[in-house]
């Protein structure tokens, strides 16, 4: 979409407090880096040739330089450009730095990153003469991962598919997903209100995008589509990508299908009565995860509280026990903190 100059949205209030906490993160490891030669203020066509020169004066680090050289993808010349967030002089020669609020990089975790300080390893080798010491990734955590140089292999397969998809003269299909597309993409609103529109089969709760694009792949793209086609019996022998093999959508399709029905129909359905204890006393909060990387399991913040006792607190310690009144007062104070940091 960016290559046919469709407007993206601006950041919004998420991305902007991704935004800073990125830069807060890559501030604080350059500065203890020591003497660093900044390249940030310089022009695109000039930076690449600072760079190039900064490295054959050893300056000790040299941060935001910029390596690009031409290369043919297939058939096609094309010029690729990197701009590592600091390479950093080591004895005898440089390793490359990136900084990332992902905590967990490697074959599994953040793919894209990997592949990125590959691209970065191969255009340093082109254009220095040889091979970077070390590829490493500073890590959300503050731990530096290091990143085993393949000679550029892996970055440089994926390269030509990104050619082809800069190419399309239309949209490829891609499913959507929560966690996937709230991340910071500037096309959210625009693709998830397409999606709306024709109820994208996607959007079907439990439909993963495996199973999303096998579906597409033979015509069902929308929820309705995937009522009329599939039985629960019949979805549930239908095979999707899996891995590196397939797997049946199994137990999981009769759900799919009522999800699905939900989705068509706009009516709510009563999947179970909430079991909330009888009680003259809650404590009531919340714990969000804020997923820089969508690791959202690694930071866990407490967003909201209140509590309403109908208890004293004596009557409260005396039926149950101090700890609780301890934990009910601490969440009341930590509530009011909140509120107060955030009108």
């Known amino acids: 979409m960016r290559e046919q100059r469709i407007p993206e949205a601006e950041p919004g209030v998420f991305e902007k407090i991704l935004q800073t906490l990125g830069e807060r993160h890559e501030q604080s490891h350059l500065s203890t880096l020591g003497a660093y030669e900044d390249l940030r ?12 020169e900064a490295v054959r004066n050893r300056v000790p680090v ?5 390596l690009a050289c031409d290369t043919i ?19 005898d020669a440089y390793l490359i730095r990136d900084s990332k609020l ?17 691209l970065y390893g191969w255009l340093f080798e082109q254009t220095v003469g040889k091979p970077a010491k070390r590829l490493q990734v500073h890590a959300g955590g503050g731990d530096i991962i290091e990143v085993p140089y393949d000679g550029g292999t892996a970055a440089l397969t994926e390269l030509p598919h990104i050619l082809k998809l800069k190419r399309l003269g239309a949209e490829p299909y891609e499913p959507l997903g929560w966690t996937k597309c709230s991340g910071g993409c500037g096309y959210y609103d625009r693709c998830w209100q397409q999606a709306e529109e024709r109820q994208d089969v996607s959007l079907v709760m439990d439909v993963d995008q495996g199973l999303a694009r096998a579906l597409n792949g033979i015509g069902i793209t929308s929820a ?3 009522l009329a086609s599939f039985d629960a019996k019949g979805l549930s022998e239908f095979k999707r990508p899996w891995g590196k093999g397939e797997q049946r959508v199994g137990k999981k399709a009769e759900k799919i299908l009522m999800y699905a029905d939900v989705l068509c129909s706009g009516k709510e359905r009563t999947l179970g009565t909430p079991a909330v204890p009888v009680h003259d006393n809650f404590v009531m909060f919340d714990l969000e ?3 820089p990387y969508f690791d959202e399991l690694e930071k866990i913040y407490q967003m909201a509280c209140a509590f309403r006792p109908r208890l004293s607190p004596s009557s ?27 009108p």
């Open 73 to 91: 993808l297939g058939s096609t010349h094309v010029s690729i450009a990197g701009r590592p967030d600091f390479l950093i002089l080591d004895g």
């Open 102 to 118: 992902s905590r967990k990089v490697d074959d599994r975790h953040h793919v894209e990153v990997l592949l990125q300080l590959q």
């Open 224 to 226: 309705q589509q995937l």
């Open 62 to 66: 040299i941060y935001q330089g910029e």
């Open 316 to 342: 409260m310690a005396s039926r149950y026990g101090s700890q609780a009144l301890s934990f009910a007062n601490s969440m009341v104070l930590r509530g009011k903190r909140l509120c107060e940091c955030w």
């Open 289 to 291: 995860g804020m997923p």
């Open 41 to 52: 203020a310089v022009s695109q066509d000039q930076r690449i040739k600072r760079t190039l």
